[in-house]
């Protein structure tokens, strides 16, 4: 019954269910004593709270994940993070290919909505690059980890906290277990750790780009004309947004927030301040020490966020680059909206506005709501907003301030972003035919 129930659901309704069950699992598992240091039962609502977050690999918290949770604790964490950052969808795939399963064409469709990609052939092919590529670049990121922990931690802790902190980073989670030293410090005790920053920089970059991009160049290596026009502008759009952003966070507060500081540590948190919002969640510096115009351009970077059908949340770097491309070309008034010699389709840049102006809708409507019910500061909630809603966890201290009304919508807004806004909505109209019969046109004035 439950099966033939599944198998009527569309691709967006299963992930949208999906994740659903997966947080409550969570839920009921982070509730049992076995899960808390002190071995008393979790309250429901933090519970909720820290399991939507992980499954939606956010990183938002209200209890110190060092300090609070026990060692099943975390590792139930790091499940519902692996999980989240991958895909239900993906990683049951790859128990029926572990048990040597046929994939049927509607599990490719899953898997395709899943990735977010537009052809169904070649989705299982991706899917085991997508294992082999995961297991191959956490595994790196938890042995560089090791390097550095290891001589303060010991082998087991260092080890550990290698290997968390690498899947954390890599499914751009943004959950650490750095409160041993500070509660809340997130990383930081290693602000000027080159090692640390450039291996965690270089995960969430990975985790963010998109598994398509992963893809096509995994098939097209370094021929950059021979790339999908997606991959082209991901990589063009990340090299702006990384280097430009450094720069940025690098000029505006290198005799502010990073006074006092040698040059490594500059440059390391500057790279960290401008990699993290995309959308880990991690920070080497505290956030609510920030200059205004710092918080601002970190909000603008957490709604862009990273690739489509990656780790990554926010609007997507395509999305932004499209609607850039086409008000170019409304305002130089070109036949068409063109890039890298190629033509964008007018349903892509429908669909981009669209996405956009969902995101706009949820997260002005409950940066509204929270402001009206506690009356915090417009920038400090809106930053707060954006970051749950773009999956990215970072926050300026706001987030132990919420009651509870202001929790639930929090936590809603983080399994929203990880769904996708657009996508969310549409799972409630997937299966509604449109009308056969169009109503006649009658212009408007706009602007």
């Given at each position: ?7 009527h ?12 069950f997966l ?11 076995v899960?808390s ?8 609502l933090?519970?909720l709270f820290?399991a ?7 990183g ?5 994940t060092c ?6 604790g975390?590792?139930?964490?790091l ?5 989240g ?5 993906t990683?049951?795939?790859a ?6 399963r ?5 599990q490719?469709?899953?898997i395709?909505?899943?990735?977010n990609?537009?052809d ?10 997508v294992?082999?590529g995961?297991?191959?670049?956490e595994?790196?990121g938890a042995l560089?980890l090791f390097?550095?922990?290891?001589p303060k931690?010991g ?10 902190h690498s899947i954390?980073?890599?499914?751009n989670?943004?959950f650490d277990l750095?409160?041993c ?15 640390v920053t450039l ?7 990975i ?7 992963w893809?096509?160049l995994?098939?097209?290596k370094w ?16 090299v ?5 952003g ?11 927030l ?5 040059t490594t540590g500059?440059?390391?948190s ?5 990699v993290t919002p ?16 710092s ?6 970077l957490m709604?862009?966020?990273g690739?489509?059908g990656?780790?990554?949340g926010?609007?997507k770097m395509?999305?932004?680059f499209v ?5 170019r070309s409304t ?7 063109n890039?890298?010699g190629?033509?964008i389709?007018?349903?892509?840049i ?11 809708f949820f997260?002005l ?12 500061a ?6 707060e907003?954006?970051s749950a ?10 987030t132990g301030?919420?009651n509870?009304?202001s929790q639930?919508?929090i936590?809603?807004?983080m399994?929203?972003g ?16 449109p ?13």
């Amino acid at each position: 019954m439950i099966r033939r129930t599944f198998n009527h659901l569309s691709g967006m309704q299963l992930i949208a269910v999906g994740f659903f069950f997966l947080i409550m699992a969570g839920t009921f598992l982070l509730m049992l004593p076995v899960s808390s240091r002190d071995g008393a039962f979790t309250p429901f609502l933090t519970a909720l709270f820290t399991a939507t977050s992980a499954s939606c690999v956010t990183g938002l918290i209200l209890v110190d994940t060092c300090t609070h949770w026990s060692l099943f604790g975390q590792l139930v964490l790091l499940t519902l993070i692996q999980i989240g950052g991958l895909g239900f969808i993906t990683i049951g795939t790859a128990v029926s290919l572990a048990l040597h399963r046929k994939i049927g064409l509607k599990q490719r469709g899953w898997i395709r909505e899943s990735f977010n990609v537009l052809d169904i052939g070649g989705v299982v092919l991706l899917l085991k690059r997508v294992l082999k590529g995961t297991a191959l670049f956490e595994g790196a990121g938890a042995l560089l980890l090791f390097v550095r922990f290891y001589p303060k931690m010991g082998f087991a802790q260092g080890l550990y906290y290698g290997i968390f902190h690498s899947i954390s980073a890599f499914c751009n989670a943004g959950f650490d277990l750095m409160g041993c030293y500070e509660p809340f410090s997130s990383f930081t005790a290693y602000y000027d750790d080159p090692l640390v920053t450039l291996t965690l920089c270089s995960l969430i970059l990975i985790g963010g780009i998109g598994f398509f991009v992963w893809n096509d160049l995994v098939n097209h290596k370094w021929h950059f004309r021979k790339y999908a026009l997606q991959t082209k502008m991901v990589l063009s759009c990340s090299v702006v947004l990384i280097f430009g952003g450094a720069l940025f966070f690098y000029l505006v507060e290198g005799n502010r927030l990073f006074a006092g500081m040698s040059t490594t540590g500059k440059l390391c948190s500057a790279l960290f301040c401008a990699v993290t919002p995309r959308t880990a969640g991690f920070n080497t510096t505290d956030i609510g020490s920030l200059s205004q115009g710092s918080r601002l351009f970190s909000i603008l970077l957490m709604f862009i966020g990273g690739g489509s059908g990656s780790t990554a949340g926010g609007v997507k770097m395509a999305t932004i680059f499209v609607l850039l491309l086409h008000l170019r070309s409304t305002l130089l008034r070109t036949t068409g909206t063109n890039i890298f010699g190629r033509r964008i389709d007018d349903a892509t840049i429908t669909k981009a506005s669209a996405l956009l102006c969902t995101y706009l809708f949820f997260s002005l409507t409950a940066t509204l709501i929270i402001c009206s019910v506690q009356n915090f500061a417009v920038g400090d909630t809106l930053f707060e907003v954006t970051s749950a809603v773009c999956t990215v966890g970072m926050t300026t201290g706001l987030t132990g301030q919420l009651n509870p009304f202001s929790q639930c919508i929090i936590a809603f807004l983080m399994y929203v972003g990880r769904l996708g806004s657009l996508s969310f909505a549409l799972s409630f109209t997937d299966h509604k035919k449109p009308a056969h019969i169009m109503q006649p046109v009658e212009e408007i004035n706009i602007g």
